[in-house]
T-cell receptor
């Protein structure tokens, strides 16, 4: 199993960013794809996730209204879009796979998003 | 949301010693849906322990998870140089699936 994420980006405050996570090596639709971020020098923070075969995402309340998570079963890719970016959103964003109500057993390599004027 | 508090913040030990990390939850973690991850600098986290005490694939038996309810521990015996990293606990039973703030294991 491999999760390969899109590359680093620099964004302006107020803009949006969309990060992709392409999965290979296993059945895509029945697993959950979670998004976790880590600000510089900080801990891990779960943002939300989706099980592609169910289609309905689950968002952390802190990100509700600003994050959109979806998945394309045809390409085995999960996406996370974060809008209204502010400097505090500067972080490494990870996708991580799990079964429903399971630990995160595979992780992408991380995508650094820098929000700067 | 379930708040996980890890202690200590930093642990300074020498290779060959044993390390014990604590993770305390603000409410009971049902069915012990508690995981531990290791994260080395510049890398993604790696799953070590799930279900509070089950080792993930390929994790040596030097890593032992224990606990239930609100109190959990991770013990690493006979520390090796590659064990020095940051360790995170996570509960995955109740959304949002929260993490502790992490404990850094450094070489003394």
């Amino acid at each position: 199993v491999q999760l390969v994420q899109s590359g680093a980006e620099v964004k302006k405050p107020g803009s949006s960013v969309k990060v992709s996570c392409k999965a290979s090596g296993d059945i895509f639709s029945s697993y959950a794809f979670n998004w976790v971020r880590q600000a510089p020098g900080q801990g891990l923070e779960w943002m939300g996730g989706i099980i592609p075969m169910y289609g309905r995402p689950n968002y952390g309340q802190r990100f509700q209204g600003r994050v959109t998570i979806n998945a394309d079963e045809s390409t085995g890719t999960a996406y996370m879009e974060l809008s209204s970016l502010r400097s505090e959103d500067t972080a490494v964003y990870y996708c991580a796979r799990s079964v429903e109500l399971g630990p995160f057993d595979y992780w992408g390599q991380g995508t650094l998003i820098t929000v700067s004027p | 949301e379930i708040v996980l508090t890890q202690s200590p913040g930093t642990l300074s030990l020498s290779p060959g010693e044993s390390a014990t990390f604590s993770c305390r939850a603000s409410e009971s973690v049902s069915s012990n849906y508690l995981a531990w991850y290791q994260q080395k600098r510049g890398q993604a986290p790696r799953l070590l322990i799930f279900g509070a005490s089950s080792r993930a694939t390929g994790i040596p038996d030097r890593f032992t998870g224990r606990g239930s309810g609100t109190d959990f521990t991770l013990t690493i015996s006979r520390l090796e140089p590659e064990d020095f990293a940051v360790y995170h606990c996570q509960q995955y039973i109740s959304s949002p699936y929260t993490f502790g703030q992490g404990t850094k294991l450094e070489i003394k």
